[in-house]
């Protein structure tokens, strides 16, 4: 238990105990009514009839859902690698010494990053879509403010590595583009990296997006199959719980990364510990 | 169609941006109060209730949201009015409610980590029950600290406003899409048109969130 949970009431005593469980059976009793009215709404629209739910015992059916997935994890891995190599680039033009070159690049990141992303893939499918297709107006969409995003958290990552470290590689003679790709940008990527994990799990779901300008993803699969068998809510509910999973598994990454990088930040180092490390 | 009509009818979408934005902000801050305050409660089961509701919908993308609440309701026959228009407009704002809810609770419960333990260990020896701990000193201090994180929230749910165009919603990106249906010469201009509102309105939030930020924040 964290701690504002354990100070905002007391250790519960005779009293409290037995309030505390009245109240844990009322609301219990709440959450199961409202759990049986959607249940009752559903089986009222007859979605929970066995019916509905037999389309999915097809390998056909389940081939197009699995199909959807793909392509919609097709997109955010596409997507998340652009992103990450144009977030590195761009957090490299606003951190330029010139002018001339940080300026725009901040315009240009101000401007990508303060739009929706729906427009973006709007845009890219409005302007170039008869050239490049569905898949890469919703690719191009999601790395243009993904990737904006990323600079940002990349261009903080850079800014918070301590000065000795830049002011070490300079003084043993590195170029500063060796100084940046050797020594700052490692550690900045290290270090940033939950953050970097948990945009692009914002990526992951905003990747369903491609549903709205017809790319063939899952949802798009989902609105077909439940309109052809009348089944749109199982159906939902079979590509919802697909979705769900996938993401709870990269954001268990992205926590799970975070407890590491933690884990190692505050393990204390020996001198034995550090002179076997640089012997290896 | 002259510019004069197509300006009238960007007014009208961002109108119904503005509206959409409105509804389901107030009703994301209260969800999102409601749900953070159910996460720190002494009762385990809302505890349970609430951290469950907010892992699931938080990794849901707001499209599958939006697309239960738009086509699923109706299956349901779940209805709030007489016109689709102004079902729509519900489905939508309770799409966003519900998953904007889930980052305000997130925000508002890493602000209620960051008030000192006294607060609350002062506010239980004078007596206060939980209900009165919580609405009366923890969470007036916890607002105060999450401003900025909580605009940030706020101006996601502006651009969330978007989605809605896609399940018969009048606001700007559907505005847009009408203007470039009269008028398919004019599509990048038109592109730039919405792009400038939005950037216009996000500006506008923003200042109104440094404003509170500088009159409001409490430095810790």
Known sequence: MSAPTQVLFDEPGPKARRNNIILSIVSAIVL????AFVIWKFADAGQLDSAKWYPFTFSQIQLV??????????????????????GVVFALLRLSSKRAISVPGTIVLEFFRGVPVL???????????????AFWSVVIGLTLYNGMVLAEIIRAGILAVPKGQREAAMAIGLRPGQVMSLVLMPQALRAMMPTIIAQIVVLLKDSALGFIVTYQDLLYQVNLIGREYNNLLPTFLVGAVLFIIINMIVAG????????LQRKAT?????????????? | ??????????????WGTIKLFTVALIGALVLGTILAGMRVSPTPVLRFAASTYINVVRNTPLTLVMFF????????DIRFGSTSSFNSFIYATLALTAYTACFVAETLKSGISTIPVGQAEAARAVGLTFGQTLSQVILPQAFRTVIPPLGSVIIALLKNT???????????ISAMRNAIEVRGDLVIPLLFGTALAYLILALILGRVFDYLERKLVILR
């Open chain 2, 69 to 76: 609440c738009a086509f699923g309701l109706p299956f349901l």
């Open chain 2, 1 to 14: 169609m002259d510019f004069l009509q197509l300006l009238e009818m960007f007014f009208s979408g961002i």
């Open chain 1, 267 to 280: 393990a204390p180092v020996g001198a034995e510990g550090l002179s076997a490390k640089t012997a290896a």
């Open chain 1, 119 to 133: 427009l973006l893939i709007f845009a890219m499918f409005l302007i170039f879509g008869n050239t490049i297709g």
């Open chain 1, 253 to 260: 990454i992205a926590r799970w990364l975070e407890k590491r």
């Open chain 1, 32 to 35: 199961a009514g409202l759990i």
């Open chain 1, 65 to 86: 859902l699995l199909k959807g997935m793909g392509a919609t994890l097709k997109v955010a891995v596409v997507a998340s690698v652009l992103a990450l190599v144009v």
């Open chain 2, 162 to 172: 978007s989605i809605a165009s896609a399940f018969n919603n009048r606001e700007l």
